[in-house]
């Protein structure tokens, strides 16, 4: 594999994002008016993440790393990249035990959320259990 190249995809790209997803059954999805940051390889995406304009900042959804690459850095890189081009607040929702990798990325947990974020992880928790993470 050559040394990913992280970027902003440009809009017109942005299908290859679900595509990427579905190649990997991944349930996640893009959404319009989404900006969307990608790892790519040979001109294949590897990794990918989504944000979302929120009150005051962005909401950071659909991180995934193809299983072959996980735990080479790629996810750490690639937020690096992501959030080295965005000085507002970015927050995040996470499972517990990924709060350790969102912390070395520079991450802290967070309280309280925008209304907004504050809602979706409410109605988020009554499924699964979920941390707020917060970044800048």
Same mark, same amino acid.
């Given at each position: 594999?050559?040394?990913?190249?992280? +970027? $902003?995809?440009?809009?017109?790209?942005?299908?290859?994002?679900?595509?990427?997803?579905?190649?990997? =059954?991944?349930?996640?999805?893009? #959404?319009?008016?989404?900006?969307? !940051?990608?790892?790519?390889?040979?001109? %294949? /995406?590897?990794? *990918?993440?989504?944000?979302?304009?929120?009150? *005051?900042?962005? !909401? &950071?959804?659909? &991180?995934?790393? @193809?299983?072959?690459?996980?735990?080479?850095?790629?996810?750490?890189? &690639?937020? =690096?990249?992501?959030? @080295?081009?965005?000085?507002? @607040? /970015? !927050? &995040?929702?996470?499972?517990? #035990?990924?709060? $350790?990798?969102? #912390?070395? #990325?520079?991450?802290? %947990? $967070?309280?309280?959320?925008? @209304?907004?974020? *504050?809602?979706?992880?409410?109605?988020? =928790? +009554?499924?699964?259990?979920?941390?707020?993470?917060?970044?800048?």
């Amino acid at each position: 594999m050559s040394t990913p190249h992280y +970027r $902003c995809l440009p809009s017109e790209l942005q299908p290859l994002l679900n595509k990427f997803y579905r190649s990997h =059954r991944s349930p996640m999805r893009g #959404q319009a008016g989404d900006e969307v !940051w990608v790892a790519q390889s040979s001109g %294949d /995406i590897v990794a *990918a993440l989504s944000l979302r304009p929120v009150s *005051a900042g962005q !909401w &950071l959804t659909g &991180l995934f790393v @193809a299983p072959a690459l996980r735990r080479q850095g790629v996810a750490g890189e &690639l937020l =690096r990249a992501c959030l @080295a081009q965005h000085p507002e @607040a /970015i !927050w &995040l929702f996470c499972h517990p #035990q990924l709060r $350790c990798f969102y #912390q070395r #990325q520079g991450f802290v %947990d $967070c309280d309280p959320l925008p @209304a907004e974020l *504050a809602e979706r992880l409410a109605r988020y =928790r +009554r499924n699964k259990p979920l941390v707020s993470l917060r970044a800048h």
